[in-house]
């Protein structure tokens, strides 16, 4: 039975025993540059990626159209916060979730505040069809009050 170290001595020996000229390499090939004439001048594109079809012409609607859903969903209802933020609705809507979150949540006045928010998620939603002005004002509210909630922060 042999060995590791019987193997690697033979190894060895071999590799002491094969002359190093008898080993030969053929040389690599060079390769050949293709030599690409440019047409146009300097300011031509050089390959495929560099060309940019021109931007076609389109109108305003055209350009609106093309925007994707979700960035128009935002911006619409990113607008809407920002107004009830400068109007006051929302820390108007975080005073109240404090105040509900102090005094209790099944008090009176706090089911008054709840059918208050429902009431006003339910005027949001039924002017969802409505020309955009009017249906942006309706959502003014809502936004302001998601806003409200979610910026309330407990202290203690």
Avoid: N
Avoid at 56 to 70: C, F, N, V
Avoid at 116 to 131: D, E, H, N, V
């Amino acid at each position: 039975m042999t060995t590791a170290s019987d193997w690697r001595k033979r190894l060895q020996d071999a590799l002491q025993k094969a002359p190093a000229s008898s080993v030969k390499t053929k040389p690599k090939a060079k390769k050949k540059r293709r030599k690409t004439k440019r047409h146009g001048g300097p300011t031509a594109p050089r390959s495929a990626w560099d060309t940019q079809p021109p931007a076609p012409r389109q109108s305003l609607i055209e350009a609106w159209g093309r925007i994707p859903y979700r960035f128009k969903w935002l911006a619409y209802h990113a607008s809407a916060a920002y107004l009830g933020w400068a109007t006051g609705l929302v820390s108007w809507a975080t005073y109240v979730t404090a105040w509900i979150a102090a005094t209790g949540l099944l008090s009176v006045q706090a089911v008054f505040w709840y059918c208050a928010a429902a009431a006003t998620f339910l005027l949001y939603r039924s002017t969802r069809g409505w020309p955009l002005p009017i249906a942006w004002l309706a959502a003014v509210p809502a936004c302001s009050t998601i806003v409200g909630v979610l910026l309330y922060a407990p202290t203690q």
